[in-house]
């Protein structure tokens, strides 16, 4: 970013009723403010802001609608138990996120900028952080081409925002085993493609996959596109197998996405001394793991779910029962060593957790 900008408020004039903690639904209710800043082509990104959360009003013809110039991030807020509130490693996510800017022929957003925005509308917002155990406020950035223009080619106009939802556990089944089918018709992604890049076309083009999913499967498991035979993803997470006491994990290829909880997890097995691996893993590796007794564990690992133990694998015929469909010592400790940090209940080695401090709210109110 070229200049240094000032954050414009503007206040709702009333606020929303909250949910109650025990009936929060993921991503079903907002906040009451968002922030939300421009771009223009030789102006850069300007008038940044927060304003109340509401319909935006877009042309019909934005290039967003017809082209797909999209990415998005997603990471959360915490409430710890003295109610302060704190985030978990949200530089690594805007740095990502600028990442599939690159891939999207989007401009770079400031990473400082975006952060102290956040940070002052988490502030603002902070009694939407929910206070029951598990619960958190996910917090959505995202970036949308808005041009009017019916051409293929990189819009000039773009518009960057960041809302809030407070939510409850992803999956209903909570730190308990899912149920995965293995993918083998569709594709996610390849190499070369848009997969390392967090844009809504990679998510739209794994819908049909899980609706023709048997009942009871939660998420897919994704094969690579060329030859079908070596595991990428599961779902939105990145994947974990714990295999003869070594937990391996599908090395970054340019098709799958490089996830801030599937670093963390690495961070952790290593600081542990678990031997974890990252490196191709066919599915054919993982079935005769599976048929000599030595897969012990898998599970998914992502924001909004944290860790998902994985308790069925369904690959064609073959249904792989894992860890009796229980979850996993490996699994359980890094969920709860995750949920503990980002919670503040469990000591924090690495320096992952950023508290949003009474100096963010001061600052906020300075710029009214």
């Known amino acids: 970013m070229e200049k240094e900008h000032a954050i414009q408020i503007d206040l709702c004039s009333s606020r929303k009723e909250k949910p109650r903690d025990d009936e929060l639904e993921f991503g079903r209710t907002f906040a009451d403010h968002m922030f939300v800043m421009d771009y223009t082509e030789g102006e850069g990104w300007h008038d940044a802001r927060i304003v109340p959360y509401e319909p935006i009003t877009i042309d019909p013809s934005a290039m967003i609608f017809h ?14 138990a003295e109610g302060n509130a704190q985030l978990f490693r ?6 990502r ?8 022929c989007i401009p770079p957003i400031d990473e400082a900028f975006a952060l102290k925005a956040l940070k002052q509308l988490i502030a603002l917002e902070k009694e939407w952080i ?16 808005t041009e009017p223009f019916l051409g293929v080619a990189p819009a000039r106009h773009y518009k960057f925002m960041i809302i809030l939802s407070p939510v409850g556990a992803y999956y209903k089944e909570g730190i308990n085993p899912i149920k995965i089918a293995v993918e083998s018709e569709y594709v996610r992604t390849v190499k070369g493609g848009t997969g390392e890049a967090k844009t809504g076309g990679n998510y739209a083009a794994s819908l049909k996959a899980q609706e023709a999913a048997e009942e009871g499967i939660a998420q897919v498991l994704w094969l690579d596109g060329v030859e079908k035979k070596y595991i990428e993803e599961v779902g939105s997470m990145n994947v974990f197998f714990k295999i003869d006491g070594k937990v391996v994990t599908p090395a970054l290829n340019g098709s799958i996405l490089e996830g801030v ?45 944290v860790i998902s133990p994985i308790g069925e694998l369904v690959w ?15 699994a359980k400790k890094l969920y709860d060593t995750l ?15 950023m508290p949003v401090e009474e100096r963010d709210l001061q600052s906020l109110k300075a710029t009214v």
């Not at 996120?97 to 999207?104: F, G, K």
């Not at 929910?130 to 081409?145: D, M, V």
């Not at 290593?270 to 898998?298: I, Y």
């Open 97 to 104: 996120m600028n990442h599939s800017n690159s891939r999207l």
């Open 316 to 330: 064609g015929e073959h249904r792989l029962n894992i860890n009796s469909g229980k979850t996993g010592a490996v």
């Open 261 to 305: 909880t599937r670093n963390s997890v690495i961070q952790l097995l290593k600081h542990w001394d678990v031997p974890v691996e990252e490196r191709k893993l066919s599915m054919d590796e993982v079935f005769q793991a599976h048929q000599e007794g030595k897969l012990e564990e898998a599970f998914g690992a992502g924001t909004a779910a």
């Open 90 to 95: 949200p530089e690594r996510n805007f740095k």
């Open 67 to 80: 082209y797909g110039q999209s990415v998005f991030e997603g990471m959360k807020a915490y409430l710890t």
């Open 339 to 353: 949920t503990g940090i980002q919670y503040g209940k469990t000591i924090d080695p690495f320096g992952w957790v």
């Open 130 to 145: 929910p206070k029951a155990e598990g619960t958190s406020l996910y917090i959505r950035p995202f970036i949308i081409s």
